[in-house]
């Protein structure tokens, strides 16, 4: 009796186990997206070997039709025909009569005979050729050039942000990221600090942009370290459509508690989003199904009506938006300084979020500064004004005038009127 009721207990208790385990999220291994990964590589590869293969044809194709159209031009020539004559019947033979067929004029076909005959007979004269400048001549003053290298110095910057920044700020009138690259080669500083185009090792990136304001944030965590050692924790929120960061606040702990009060703080001033896309950590989503196994982030938005959306397990890029601010971060502040005190840092985030968000340009908003999106508001920059760590520079008159606008204060309401300025054109 003893060993009956033991193995129905053992019986009982192996279901519920299976029962529960039914319940968790579906794992995707590792294996699995490696190989999805490859697979979508292999596609771009192959849709770009078949992109260049097309555009080479074509290019011969357009090479033997030059050649034909002039040798059809010679031999009539060759027979007597007068040249107004056999340009026409040249036109006439050659004219386009369906979709696909190459155009031609009869000032294409005599341009074509005089490359022919300046190059002594030669076709090869008729190969399509770029069209890109060979030369661009112009020069760069002393002046800057220091501004180049303060930058590149001070922030870091590649030479493409440089030159975009420059030209926004009205310091100079025309600059190129290859001129700014080439000035950094000659002043022996390293011209490749970080990639320039992230690698996709099997990836095939699929790009997206939400129409409109707070139609969705993105939620991450960046660790960092206090000058004693101590580890702590950045939660990050980061409006889609703008790129406006909505709260960065720092902490010693990372618990779904703590990323719930983070979210529950910035909706107020900033207004609620739709959706909020984050990762499968612990301190935002359980590794269960159901409403019962919800974090206390996820009840947060469970409660206020906001639709919960995770990445796909190991693809960060997924996050993208606030992975890459997290990396500027870095970069642009937490690399160069140390702080003694949780408080310290916290300024400080506070401090690069108003820069950031109002005088910074960023390149996936045409150099715009976050705040135009997000609030419908540009802020005014003139000069060096606004740039941390260069207020030095910026009060020397010598790198000319420095100005700018006070930051745009955000509320709900300024954030709702651009949304609804916004909505029907996304729609």
């Known amino acids: 009796m003893n060993s009956s009721t033991t193995r129905h207990r053992r019986h009982q208790e ?9 319940k968790r999220k579906a794992k995707v291994h590792k294996g699995q997206v490696l190989a999805c990964r490859r697979q979508m590589d292999r596609a771009r590869r192959a849709r770009q070997r078949r992109e260049k293969r097309e555009h080479t044809q074509q290019r011969q194709r357009e090479f033997a039709f030059r050649v034909k159209v002039v040798r059809y031009y010679q031999h009539l020539r060759e027979r007597g025909v007068p040249e107004q004559q056999a340009v026409e019947y040249t036109l006439d033979q050659y004219r386009p009569r369906a979709d696909g067929d190459l155009p031609v004029s009869v000032s294409t076909i005599r341009h074509w005979v005089r490359q022919v005959k300046q190059a002594g007979g030669h076709y090869q004269v ?7 400048p060979q030369h661009i001549t112009y020069q760069v003053s002393a002046q800057v050039v220091g501004l180049i290298f303060a930058l590149r110095h001070q922030k870091g910057w590649g030479g493409h942000r440089i030159a975009a920044e420059l030209k926004r700020r009205g310091l100079v009138d025309h600059l190129t990221g290859r001129t700014v690259y080439t000035i950094l080669d000659r002043l022996g500083l390293p011209v490749k600090t970080y990639a320039l185009k992230g690698q996709s090792d099997g990836i095939a990136y699929r790009r997206y942009e939400k129409g409109w304001p707070n139609a969705q944030w993105h939620i991450d965590l960046k660790e960092t370290k206090l000058a004693d050692g101590t580890p702590v924790y950045i939660c990050v929120i980061l409006d889609d459509h703008s790129r406006y960061v909505v709260t960065a606040v720092a902490g010693t702990q990372k618990t779904a508690g703590w990323t719930a009060q983070v979210t529950r703080q910035a909706i107020p001033q900033n207004g609620q989003p739709d959706e909020i896309l984050s990762d ?8 269960w199904e159901g409403e019962d196994s919800l974090t206390e982030f996820g009840r947060l938005l469970h409660e206020l009506g906001i639709e919960h959306l995770t990445t796909a397990p190991r693809y960060p890029q997924c996050n993208g938006k606030v992975e890459a601010f997290n990396k500027t971060l870095d970069r642009e502040l937490l690399q160069g300084q140390s702080f003694k005190t949780l408080a310290d840092l916290q300024a400080a985030l506070d401090a690069y979020g108003v820069y950031y968000n109002n005088y910074r340009g960023h390149s996936r908003l045409g150099w715009q500064a ?4 997000f609030a419908g508001r540009a802020v005014r920059v003139q000069g060096l004004a606004g740039i941390p760590g260069l207020e030095p520079m910026a009060a020397d008159s010598q790198w000319g005038q420095s100005y700018c606008d006070a930051p745009v204060v955000i509320t709900p309401t300024t954030v709702r009127d651009r949304a ?8």
Request: proline share 11%; charged share 30%.
């Open 280 to 287: 499968n950590g612990r301190e935002f989503a359980s590794p």
């Open 370 to 373: 976050p705040v135009t999106r």
């Open 14 to 22: 192996c279901k519920t186990k299976r029962q529960e385990n039914a």
């Open 420 to 427: 609804a300025l916004a909505l029907p054109m996304a729609l």
């Open 126 to 132: 008729l190969r399509p050729q770029s069209r890109r």
